[in-house]
């Protein structure tokens, strides 16, 4: 399971020290998150796509699916902070409304698997938190330990909403 993480700091909130947007790319299953507006509506097998583009931004695109059965989709786009590795902000607004910072969203990498197979996103505020993992399931134990980190960091994981399978 290798369990040593990429991060910056300790128990701080702070964005890992390292990231490989290249390696980072890809789909990632949710595993687990706050609960937020914008996802209300699923209710099962929600990924996230990363796609490097040549602009040193990424797009991303989030997939869900709603009660009805359907697949819900946005499609958006992330760029670095400047000087900041682990920290991206993310719009899913259209582009003509890019230059309002409201519309870019904060999206720390607060913790990351070495070998790249889960991460936890967060952000400064604490109050979105989302486990990614590479695989559709992940172990019961490992998700236990990465909770608790979260929760040395801050947040508040009462209201943490289960979205995949744990296996023993």
Not at 111 to 116: F, N
Not at 137 to 154: D, E, I, T, V
Not at 156 to 166: I, S, T
């Amino acid at each position: 399971m290798g369990c040593a993480p990429v991060r910056a700091g300790g128990d701080e909130n702070a964005s890992v020290a390292q990231l490989d947007l290249q390696r980072y790319a890809g789909q990632w299953y949710e595993i687990a998150h706050l609960p937020m507006f914008f996802q209300r509506h699923c209710v099962a097998d929600i990924t996230a796509t990363y796609t490097p583009r040549t602009d040193g931004t990424v797009g991303v695109r989030n997939a869900c699916r709603i009660k009805d059965g359907t697949m819900d989709v946005s499609q958006g786009i992330a760029r670095p902070v400047a000087g900041e590795a682990g920290q991206l902000e993310v719009r899913f607004a259209p582009d003509w409304l890019s230059w309002l910072p409201l519309v870019w969203a904060d999206y720390w990498v607060i913790d990351l698997d070495p070998e790249y197979r889960w991460a936890v996103v967060g952000g400064p505020d604490r109050e979105h938190l989302w486990v990614l993992s590479r695989s559709p399931r992940m172990n019961h134990a490992l998700f236990q330990r990465l909770k608790a980190r979260a929760a040395a960091k801050g947040y508040n994981l009462r209201e943490l909403k289960v979205m995949a399978p744990l296996t023993p």
